[in-house]
Protein backbone atom coordinates (compact mmCIF):
# COMPACT_ATOMS: atom_id res chain seq x y z
CA UNK A 1 0.00 0.00 0.00
CA UNK A 2 1.75 3.30 -1.04
CA UNK A 3 1.75 5.91 1.98
CA UNK A 4 2.67 8.61 -0.40
CA UNK A 5 0.89 9.17 -3.77
CA UNK A 6 1.42 11.44 -6.63
CA UNK A 7 -1.48 10.60 -8.56
CA UNK A 8 -0.31 12.34 -11.71
CA UNK A 9 2.78 10.69 -13.64
CA UNK A 10 2.93 13.46 -15.70
CA UNK A 11 1.69 17.42 -16.39
CA UNK A 12 2.79 19.93 -19.03
CA UNK A 13 2.65 23.94 -18.48
CA UNK A 14 3.07 26.80 -20.23
CA UNK A 15 6.14 28.76 -19.75
CA UNK A 16 5.13 31.82 -17.21
CA UNK A 17 1.78 29.78 -15.90
CA UNK A 18 1.37 28.04 -12.51
CA UNK A 19 2.25 24.41 -12.59
CA UNK A 20 0.23 22.82 -9.54
CA UNK A 21 1.45 19.30 -7.85
CA UNK A 22 -0.19 17.38 -5.62
CA UNK A 23 0.77 14.65 -3.55
CA UNK A 24 -1.58 12.84 -0.79
CA UNK A 25 -0.81 10.61 2.18
CA UNK A 26 -2.00 8.14 4.10
CA UNK A 27 -0.38 7.42 7.27
CA UNK A 28 -1.30 10.57 9.85
CA UNK A 29 1.92 10.04 12.02
CA UNK A 30 4.26 11.69 8.96
CA UNK A 31 4.67 15.30 10.19
CA UNK A 32 7.68 16.44 7.73
CA UNK A 33 7.29 17.00 3.96
CA UNK A 34 9.81 17.76 1.21
CA UNK A 35 10.01 18.13 -2.21
CA UNK A 36 12.81 17.14 -4.46
CA UNK A 37 13.82 17.46 -7.94
CA UNK A 38 15.13 15.22 -10.47
CA UNK A 39 16.61 15.63 -14.48
CA UNK A 40 18.06 13.03 -15.94
CA UNK A 41 20.81 11.27 -14.95
CA UNK A 42 21.09 12.73 -12.07
CA UNK A 43 20.23 12.25 -8.16
CA UNK A 44 17.60 14.12 -6.58
CA UNK A 45 17.90 17.74 -5.53
CA UNK A 46 16.26 19.22 -2.16
CA UNK A 47 13.54 21.99 -3.30
CA UNK A 48 11.82 22.87 -0.19
CA UNK A 49 9.99 21.72 2.31
CA UNK A 50 7.34 22.07 5.27
CA UNK A 51 6.69 21.20 8.70
CA UNK A 52 3.20 20.14 10.14
CA UNK A 53 2.96 22.98 12.11
CA UNK A 54 3.01 24.96 9.30
CA UNK A 55 0.38 25.15 6.49
CA UNK A 56 1.95 27.16 3.63
CA UNK A 57 6.37 27.36 2.96
CA UNK A 58 7.01 29.60 0.64
CA UNK A 59 10.92 30.33 -1.62
CA UNK A 60 10.91 32.21 -4.37
CA UNK A 61 8.76 30.67 -6.90
CA UNK A 62 8.15 27.52 -4.95
CA UNK A 63 5.47 27.36 -2.51
CA UNK A 64 3.72 24.59 -0.61
CA UNK A 65 0.99 24.14 1.00
CA UNK A 66 0.22 21.37 3.55
CA UNK A 67 -3.54 20.31 4.20
CA UNK A 68 -3.46 17.98 7.23
CA UNK A 69 -6.88 17.28 7.58
CA UNK A 70 -7.35 16.31 3.74
CA UNK A 71 -3.01 14.71 4.01
CA UNK A 72 -2.43 16.35 0.94
CA UNK A 73 -0.09 18.86 -0.02
CA UNK A 74 0.96 20.68 -3.27
CA UNK A 75 3.72 22.46 -4.77
CA UNK A 76 2.95 25.46 -6.66
CA UNK A 77 5.88 27.12 -9.14
CA UNK A 78 4.95 30.56 -10.15
CA UNK A 79 5.91 31.65 -12.83
CA UNK A 80 7.18 28.41 -14.38
CA UNK A 81 10.32 27.75 -16.45
CA UNK A 82 11.32 25.72 -19.08
CA UNK A 83 14.72 24.90 -16.76
CA UNK A 84 11.98 23.56 -14.24
CA UNK A 85 10.87 20.53 -16.24
CA UNK A 86 12.00 17.58 -14.01
CA UNK A 87 10.51 14.98 -12.09
CA UNK A 88 9.27 16.17 -8.92
CA UNK A 89 9.04 13.70 -5.73
CA UNK A 90 6.93 14.09 -2.69
CA UNK A 91 8.33 12.48 0.54
CA UNK A 92 7.46 12.23 4.18
CA UNK A 93 8.62 11.74 7.46
CA UNK A 94 7.55 10.97 10.79
CA UNK A 95 10.03 13.39 12.51
CA UNK A 96 7.88 12.39 16.11
CA UNK A 97 7.91 8.72 15.33
CA UNK A 98 11.52 8.60 13.73
CA UNK A 99 10.45 6.92 10.51
CA UNK A 100 12.21 7.32 7.39
CA UNK A 101 11.32 9.46 4.64
CA UNK A 102 8.88 7.35 1.96
CA UNK A 103 8.77 9.00 -1.39
CA UNK A 104 5.48 9.43 -3.70
CA UNK A 105 6.02 8.01 -7.46
CA UNK A 106 6.92 10.71 -8.65
CA UNK A 107 5.48 13.58 -11.50
CA UNK A 108 7.16 14.45 -14.39
CA UNK A 109 6.35 18.52 -15.09
CA UNK A 110 6.85 19.79 -18.97
CA UNK A 111 7.29 23.32 -19.29
CA UNK A 112 6.16 24.28 -22.80
CA UNK A 113 8.12 27.33 -24.18
CA UNK B 1 32.72 21.20 -1.77
CA UNK B 2 32.36 17.46 -2.83
CA UNK B 3 28.92 15.91 -2.82
CA UNK B 4 27.79 12.10 -2.59
CA UNK B 5 29.59 10.39 -5.07
CA UNK B 6 28.57 6.72 -6.97
CA UNK B 7 30.21 4.12 -8.47
CA UNK B 8 30.49 2.81 -11.50
CA UNK B 9 27.78 5.33 -12.78
CA UNK B 10 26.95 2.95 -15.45
CA UNK B 11 26.83 -1.35 -14.83
CA UNK B 12 25.97 -3.96 -17.20
CA UNK B 13 26.17 -8.06 -16.16
CA UNK B 14 24.48 -11.16 -16.65
CA UNK B 15 21.82 -12.76 -14.54
CA UNK B 16 23.20 -14.80 -11.75
CA UNK B 17 26.83 -12.31 -11.30
CA UNK B 18 27.26 -10.49 -8.22
CA UNK B 19 27.51 -7.10 -8.55
CA UNK B 20 28.85 -4.03 -5.80
CA UNK B 21 27.92 -0.94 -5.87
CA UNK B 22 29.88 2.14 -4.27
CA UNK B 23 28.47 5.17 -2.31
CA UNK B 24 30.71 8.06 -0.56
CA UNK B 25 28.82 10.41 1.07
CA UNK B 26 29.54 13.64 2.01
CA UNK B 27 32.24 13.91 4.60
CA UNK B 28 31.18 14.28 8.04
CA UNK B 29 27.27 13.00 7.32
CA UNK B 30 26.49 10.48 9.92
CA UNK B 31 23.04 9.41 8.05
CA UNK B 32 23.57 7.27 4.96
CA UNK B 33 20.30 5.56 2.72
CA UNK B 34 20.16 3.40 -0.37
CA UNK B 35 17.30 3.76 -2.60
CA UNK B 36 16.67 1.99 -6.13
CA UNK B 37 14.63 3.41 -8.93
CA UNK B 38 13.32 0.97 -11.70
CA UNK B 39 11.67 2.17 -14.62
CA UNK B 40 9.06 4.28 -14.95
CA UNK B 41 8.70 3.61 -10.63
CA UNK B 42 9.38 6.21 -7.62
CA UNK B 43 12.16 5.78 -5.08
CA UNK B 44 11.94 2.90 -3.05
CA UNK B 45 13.77 2.43 0.21
CA UNK B 46 16.58 -0.34 0.75
CA UNK B 47 18.54 0.70 3.71
CA UNK B 48 19.28 3.33 6.02
CA UNK B 49 22.62 3.64 8.16
CA UNK B 50 23.11 6.35 11.13
CA UNK B 51 26.66 5.99 12.67
CA UNK B 52 27.73 2.95 14.44
CA UNK B 53 23.73 2.24 15.16
CA UNK B 54 22.32 -1.39 13.64
CA UNK B 55 21.34 -0.75 9.89
CA UNK B 56 17.89 -0.48 9.46
CA UNK B 57 17.63 -3.09 6.74
CA UNK B 58 13.48 -3.19 6.31
CA UNK B 59 13.36 -2.51 2.96
CA UNK B 60 16.01 -4.79 1.43
CA UNK B 61 13.99 -6.81 -1.15
CA UNK B 62 15.25 -10.18 -0.61
CA UNK B 63 18.61 -11.98 1.03
CA UNK B 64 20.28 -11.70 -2.20
CA UNK B 65 20.62 -7.77 -1.24
CA UNK B 66 23.18 -6.76 1.52
CA UNK B 67 25.18 -3.32 2.23
CA UNK B 68 27.84 -2.30 4.91
CA UNK B 69 29.08 0.97 5.89
CA UNK B 70 32.87 1.10 6.91
CA UNK B 71 34.27 3.29 9.16
CA UNK B 72 31.14 5.45 9.11
CA UNK B 73 31.86 6.40 6.03
CA UNK B 74 32.04 4.70 2.87
CA UNK B 75 29.50 2.24 2.13
CA UNK B 76 29.02 -0.89 -0.49
CA UNK B 77 25.52 -1.99 -1.70
CA UNK B 78 25.93 -5.66 -3.19
CA UNK B 79 23.46 -7.85 -4.86
CA UNK B 80 24.03 -11.31 -5.40
CA UNK B 81 22.97 -13.90 -8.15
CA UNK B 82 21.70 -10.47 -9.82
CA UNK B 83 18.71 -11.27 -11.58
CA UNK B 84 17.03 -9.08 -14.51
CA UNK B 85 14.09 -7.97 -12.43
CA UNK B 86 17.42 -5.91 -10.17
CA UNK B 87 17.84 -3.93 -13.42
CA UNK B 88 17.05 -0.24 -11.73
CA UNK B 89 18.90 2.99 -11.00
CA UNK B 90 20.50 2.95 -7.54
CA UNK B 91 20.73 6.05 -5.40
CA UNK B 92 22.95 7.02 -2.05
CA UNK B 93 21.94 9.60 -0.21
CA UNK B 94 23.52 11.20 2.81
CA UNK B 95 22.58 13.43 5.48
CA UNK B 96 23.74 15.02 7.91
CA UNK B 97 22.18 13.86 11.18
CA UNK B 98 19.74 10.77 11.39
CA UNK B 99 16.83 13.44 12.50
CA UNK B 100 14.40 12.47 9.97
CA UNK B 101 13.37 16.10 8.91
CA UNK B 102 17.26 16.77 7.98
CA UNK B 103 17.21 16.70 3.72
CA UNK B 104 19.04 13.70 2.32
CA UNK B 105 21.70 14.65 -0.71
CA UNK B 106 21.68 12.54 -3.31
CA UNK B 107 24.16 10.75 -5.60
CA UNK B 108 23.99 11.13 -9.10
CA UNK B 109 23.18 6.96 -9.00
CA UNK B 110 24.37 3.96 -10.55
CA UNK B 111 22.26 2.42 -13.36
CA UNK B 112 22.66 -0.93 -13.26
CA UNK B 113 21.16 -3.80 -16.43
CA UNK B 114 21.16 -7.19 -15.84
CA UNK B 115 21.22 -8.93 -19.18
Known amino acids: DQQVKQNSPSLSVQEGRISILNCDYT??????FLWYKKYPAEGPTFLIS?????DKNEDGRFTVFLNKSAKHLSLHIVPSQPGDSAVYFCAASGFRTGQNFVFGPGTRLSVLP | GAGVSQSPSNKVTEKGKDVELRCDPISGHTALYWYRQSLGQGLEFLIYFQGNSAPDKSGLPSDRFSAERTGGSVSTLTIQRTQQEDSAVYLC?????????????FGPGTRLTVL
Open chain 1, 27 to 32: NSMFDY
Open chain 1, 50 to 54: ISSIK
Open chain 2, 93 to 105: ASSPQALTYNEQF
